[in-house]
């Protein structure tokens, strides 16, 4: 198998991939609580898991690099809960210009960052202009589990999306780390629901803790949770991120 982890390869493997314009993922997550029963680097693992099987998609016929997985992101409103790490916006914003500078700087000239968490989403919107201005590179963004809404909605039995430490999540950490999910507390890990898109629609609102919303944790329903329906949503993510980088985007008409 072709191996695309950035921090697996050479210097010199690295600079002829460069010349062959690479595609470069980058993976941003975050560390945070995901209920009683998921481990604090759920977002973390299946955003990892997600690139490494989009490039594995793309090769040999579209040269990909993965590069190492940010694990921290914004996550104020699991603090709560304890176990989460959070950035503030500045540092976020800092740490992701330098890390695709250094991209750029080692002569690759498309990346896409590629999202696992949903409260990053609003400040990766709004950094990726700054991030194109900054840096004079056309950097794109996207969130893995909104390029697959349609298998989402397919698989899961009462959502749609992604919601959080969810029948989604839990589904696919049960084949990225399935010894990592505390079957015996499946119980306990449900919580009302929470759609990711209306929260992102700009209304009257202020900040709310993310224990305002659900006392277990949990949004959705994690005990209708599969191996199954985990491995069809990880191969559905993969393939329509794929199917797109492949067609040239977001960098080319199509």
Partial sequence: MTETAWNRLSAERLRALAAQDAIVLLPVASTEQHG???PTGVDDFLCSEVCR???A???PDCPVVV???VWCGLADHHVAFGGTFTLSLATYY???RDLCRSILNAGF???VI???HGGNIQALGTFVGELTRELSAPIAITTYFMEARDVMAEVLEDQDGVMHACEGETSMMMVVDGDLVQADRLGEAHGPSFDIMSSLVPSLKRFHSFAELTASGVAGD???ASVAKGETLLAGCAAALARRLRAGEPWAAT
């Fill in 36 to 38: 009683p029963h998921l």
């Fill in 53 to 55: 099987r989009t490039a």
């Fill in 57 to 59: 998609e793309l090769v």
């Fill in 67 to 69: 590069a190492p997985t």
């Fill in 94 to 96: 800092a740490l992701l």
């Fill in 109 to 111: 000239r498309r990346v």
């Fill in 114 to 116: 590629v999202n696992g």
């Fill in 222 to 224: 994690a005990r209708k």
